[in-house]
Each structure stands twice: as C-alpha cells, then as structure tokens.
C-alpha cells in the first residue's frame, strides 16, 4: 500500500469538518442578515458562535491542506496546495478548493481589520462570503472520494437549500428606515 494512508484519511475528514463549518458560519451569517434573530443578547450570541466558526473553518482547511502533504498517492508538494492548478489530480476541483481556502482566510480575517477597512467598506466585502461555501461545494462535488456517499449529499443539499431560503429571506427584507433610497437633488 502507498504511504501516508491515515494522513489521507485526516486530509479527508478535515475537508468534511472544513465544509461542515464554512457552512455553519454562512447559515449564520445570512440568519443574522435576514433579521431573524430579534433579541440584542441573542444577536451578540450568534454573532460570536458566528465568528467562532468561521476560524474554525481556518484551522480545519489549513490540516485538510496540510495533511495532504503526507498522502504518498497524490504527493502534492507545497505547490500542489499552494497554487490552483498546479496539482495533476482534478486540477479544476482542486483549484476551487485552493482559492476557497485563502478567501476564507482573506475575508475571515478581515474582520479583525474591519476598523482600518472601514466598516462600510468591510461589510460589502463580507458579502461574498457565500462564495466560499458554493466553491467548497464545487471543490467537494468534483474532487471528494466521499461526494457519492448519501450521507455527505445530503449535508450538501440540505445546507444548501437552507442558504437558499435565507438568501430569499433576506432580498425579501424592507429595507432600514434610514435607508430608503431616495434622490435628494429630487425632494
Ligand atoms: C488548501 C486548499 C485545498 C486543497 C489543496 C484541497 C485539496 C483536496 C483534495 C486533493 C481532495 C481530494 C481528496 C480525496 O478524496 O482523495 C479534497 C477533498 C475535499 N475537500 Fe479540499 N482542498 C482545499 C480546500 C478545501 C476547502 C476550503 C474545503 C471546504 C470548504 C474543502 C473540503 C473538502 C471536502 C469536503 C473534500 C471531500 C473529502 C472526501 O471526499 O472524503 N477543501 N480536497
């Protein structure tokens, strides 16, 4: 048998928590967004099991990636997990899942430099956190050895389904008092 076995099969079960995860922070994320959460204590709350997750995710890529680097079959090398593309193996797949994980990275940890962003600024970026769930998706679908299985399809599908309806939510959310856009030159 090819070396490096188990840290496949770490590679593998980190790549499921890293989904598991990515998707846990964007359901929360858009559950906030669509105004479901009314209470200031319990908004603060899911907030901060919000922003857990989501550096959670961080770690759980990083290993994904990382443990990858053992497996004696796919020999990636740094390059192989660093650059998209540079891997032989559904190098398209492959390359969905690298630019998810430094998106991850990128927007995840904006928000400790969202002050120097600019709140404005930030939050706009922040709305493209989505993306990173529907490439991880992506990624999962074409490169996983686990895609086929009921059991990961159906945590595919329902989480999906679920940011679906609470995307819709949100678009179907009046807008702010305050931010009614209205042409002032026009009053
Ligand atoms: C550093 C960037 C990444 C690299 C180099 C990478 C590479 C890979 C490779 C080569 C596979 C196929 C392994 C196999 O089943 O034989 C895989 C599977 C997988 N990856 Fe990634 N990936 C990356 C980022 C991500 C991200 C950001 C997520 C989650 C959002 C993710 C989730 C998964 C999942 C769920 C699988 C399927 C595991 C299975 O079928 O058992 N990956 N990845």
Not at 14 to 19: E, I, P, T
Not at 76 to 81: H, M, Q, S, T
């Amino acid at each position: 048998m090819t070396g490096g076995h188990e840290l496949w099969l770490v590679s593998r079960a980190a790549g499921v928590v890293a989904l598991l995860l990515v998707a846990a922070a964007v359901l929360l994320g858009l559950t906030l967004a669509a105004g479901l959460v009314k209470t200031p204590q319990t908004r603060k709350n899911v907030i901060t099991f919000h922003e857990h997750t989501a550096n959670a995710a961080l770690v759980a890529i990083a290993l994904h990636g990382a443990a990858l680097l053992g497996d004696g079959f796919l020999r990636p090398g740094l390059k192989g997990i660093l650059l998209p593309f540079a891997i032989d193996y559904r190098p398209a797949y492959t390359a969905a899942g690298i630019v998810a994980g430094y998106l991850a990275a990128l927007l995840g940890l904006s928000f400790y430099a969202r002050k120097r962003i600019g709140a404005k600024r930030w939050r706009k970026l922040h709305r493209a956190t989505p993306v990173i769930y529907v490439l991880g998706l992506v990624h999962t679908l074409g490169a996983g050895t686990d895609q086929g299985s009921t059991w990961l399809r159906s945590v595919m599908l329902s989480s999906a389904l679920a940011a679906v309806a609470l995307i819709v939510k949100r678009l179907m959310r009046p807008p702010k008092p305050g931010k009614i856009s209205v042409n002032p030159t026009k009053i």
